[in-house]
C-alpha cells in the first residue's frame, strides 16, 4: 500500500488491491499427480489474490498423457458441500467450469451455473473433451451435447479448435483456417448459444494464434504466437487462469489476451531452462512470474 497519498502502488499491488475478496469459485477435475485443471487453477488465481473456492468434479490419480489413469466421481460431495455453503452464506462472484463428466453430472453444474448467472456471477467455461481431432479416451458424442447446454450459459468459452469445431457440429476439423473461415466458425457457436468466445489454439492462414471474440463489442482478435517443441499437459489451464484473473480486472478481452500470451511466453521461457523431462509445468516455481 502507498505510504502517502502520492505514492502510486506498483501494478502487482493494483491487482491485490482490487482482486483481493473477489470470491471465484472453480469446477474441475482434481489430479492427485500433475499440475492441471483444479491445481492449475487455484494457483494461478490464488497468486492473483483472489478469494478461491474449488470443488472437484472427479479426483484423477494422475494426468490423461500418461495413457492410464483412475477416475473417481465427486458428484455428490460437490453439491453437499454446495448446499452447505449456501447455508454459510458464501457467494461467487465468477464461476469457471472445467472437465465435467456424464451427462447427469452435467445437467446439475448447468442448472447449479443457470441459478448463479441470474443471481450476477459471470460465467467460464473450458468445454474440456476433445484435441488434435478427436475426443478424448472414454468420451462419447453424447458428451458433445451436454458441453453445448454449458456453453449456453456460460458468459465466456475456452475451447481449442478442435472443441469448437465439435460444438459447432463440424465434421471436419482443418489443419488451417483463413479468416474468414474462423469468423464462420466463431458465427456458428454464437448462433449455438455462446456469448464470448477464446479459440485457446487454432492456425490462420497458417499462423499459430489465439483467436478471441467479445460479445460486448462484436470485435475479433487475433493473438499470433510461436509454436513450442513441448509435449504438456495443462497449457490450457494455464491460459484460461491466467486470462480469467486478468478479464475479471480489466473487462477487456484484448487487454487480458496480450497480457495471458505475454505471461505464457515467461512460464514457458523459464520452464523450458530448467525442464527434466516433465509432463505438465510445476506451476509453483513459476508463481513470482505473475509478480
Same mark, same amino acid.
Given at each position: 500500500?502507498?505510504?502517502?497519498?502520492?505514492? #502510486?502502488?506498483?501494478?502487482?499491488?493494483?491487482?491485490? *488491491? %482490487?482482486n483481493?475478496?473477489?470470491?471465484?469459485?472453480?469446477?474441475?477435475?482434481?489430479p492427485?499427480?500433475?499440475?492441471?485443471?483444479?491445481?492449475?487453477?487455484?494457483? #494461478?488465481?490464488?497468486?492473483?489474490?483472489?478469494?478461491?473456492?474449488?470443488?472437484?468434479?472427479?479426483?484423477?490419480?494422475?494426468?490423461?498423457?500418461?495413457?492410464?489413469?483412475? !477416475?473417481?466421481?465427486?458428484?455428490?460431495?460437490? @453439491?453437499?458441500? $454446495?448446499?452447505?455453503?449456501?447455508?454459510?452464506?458464501?457467494? @461467487?462472484s465468477?464461476?469457471? !467450469? /472445467?472437465?465435467?463428466?456424464?451427462?447427469?453430472?452435467?445437467? =446439475?453444474?448447468?442448472?447449479?451455473?443457470?441459478?448463479?448467472?441470474?443471481?450476477?456471477?459471470? #460465467?467460464?467455461?473450458?468445454? #474440456?473433451?476433445?484435441?488434435?481431432?478427436?475426443?478424448?479416451? /472414454?468420451?462419447?458424442?453424447?458428451?458433445?451435447?451436454?458441453?453445448? %447446454? $454449458?456453453?449456453?450459459?456460460? +458468459?465466456?468459452?475456452?475451447?481449442?479448435?478442435?472443441?469448437?469445431?465439435?460444438?459447432?457440429?463440424?465434421?471436419? *476439423?482443418? +489443419?488451417?483456417?483463413?479468416?474468414?473461415?474462423?469468423?464462420?466458425?466463431?458465427?456458428?457457436?454464437?448462433?449455438?448459444?455462446?456469448?464470448?468466445?477464446?479459440?485457446?489454439?487454432?492456425?490462420?492462414?497458417?499462423?499459430?494464434?489465439?483467436?478471441?471474440?467479445?460479445?460486448?463489442?462484436?470485435?475479433?482478435?487475433?493473438?499470433?504466437?510461436?509454436? =513450442?517443441?513441448?509435449?504438456?499437459?495443462?497449457? /490450457?489451464?494455464?491460459f484460461?487462469?491466467?486470462?480469467?484473473?486478468?478479464?475479471? %480486472?480489466?473487462k477487456?478481452?484484448?487487454?487480458a489476451?496480450?497480457?495471458?500470451?505475454?505471461?505464457?511466453?515467461?512460464?514457458?521461457?523459464?520452464? %523450458?531452462?530448467?525442464?527434466?523431462?516433465?509432463?505438465?509445468?510445476?506451476?509453483?516455481?513459476?508463481?513470482?512470474?505473475?509478480?
Open positions: 500500500m502507498p505510504k502517502n497519498a502520492n505514492e #502510486i502502488p506498483r501494478a502487482s499491488e493494483t491487482m491485490l *488491491v %482490487q483481493k475478496n473477489v470470491p471465484i469459485l472453480l469446477l474441475s477435475d482434481f492427485s499427480y500433475g499440475t492441471v485443471a483444479l491445481k492449475m487453477a487455484a494457483a #494461478i488465481l490464488g497468486k492473483l489474490h483472489y478469494d478461491v473456492f474449488s470443488l472437484p468434479t472427479a479426483l484423477v490419480s494422475n494426468t490423461l498423457n500418461y495413457g492410464r489413469a483412475q !477416475i473417481q466421481d465427486t458428484t455428490e460431495y460437490l @453439491f453437499h458441500s $454446495l448446499g452447505i455453503w449456501k447455508e454459510l452464506g458464501f457467494s @461467487f465468477a464461476l469457471f !467450469i /472445467g472437465f465435467v463428466l456424464e451427462n447427469a453430472q452435467a445437467e =446439475r453444474i448447468y442448472q447449479f451455473a443457470k441459478e448463479e448467472k441470474e443471481k450476477g456471477s459471470y #460465467i467460464f467455461f473450458d468445454p #474440456i473433451m476433445a484435441d488434435h481431432g478427436k475426443l478424448y479416451n /472414454g468420451l462419447q458424442k453424447k458428451d458433445i451435447e451436454s458441453r453445448k %447446454q $454449458l456453453m449456453q450459459v456460460a +458468459d465466456c468459452i475456452f475451447p481449442n479448435k478442435t472443441e469448437a469445431c465439435l460444438l459447432a457440429d463440424l465434421n471436419i *476439423v482443418p +489443419d488451417s483456417f483463413t479468416l474468414h473461415e474462423a469468423k464462420e466458425l466463431v458465427y456458428s457457436l454464437v448462433e449455438k448459444g455462446a456469448k464470448s468466445i477464446c479459440i485457446t489454439s487454432m492456425k490462420i492462414d497458417e499462423i499459430p494464434c489465439i483467436f478471441l471474440y467479445e460479445e460486448s463489442t462484436k470485435e475479433f482478435h487475433t493473438l499470433p504466437y510461436t509454436e =513450442r517443441n513441448l509435449n504438456l499437459g495443462g497449457t /490450457g489451464d494455464l484460461s487462469s491466467l486470462f480469467i484473473g486478468k478479464y475479471l %480486472q480489466v477487456n478481452f484484448l487487454s489476451g496480450e497480457w495471458t500470451l505475454q505471461k505464457i511466453n515467461s512460464i514457458l521461457d523459464a520452464f %523450458q531452462e530448467k525442464n527434466h523431462g516433465e509432463k505438465t509445468i510445476p506451476i509453483e516455481e513459476y508463481l513470482p512470474i505473475l509478480d
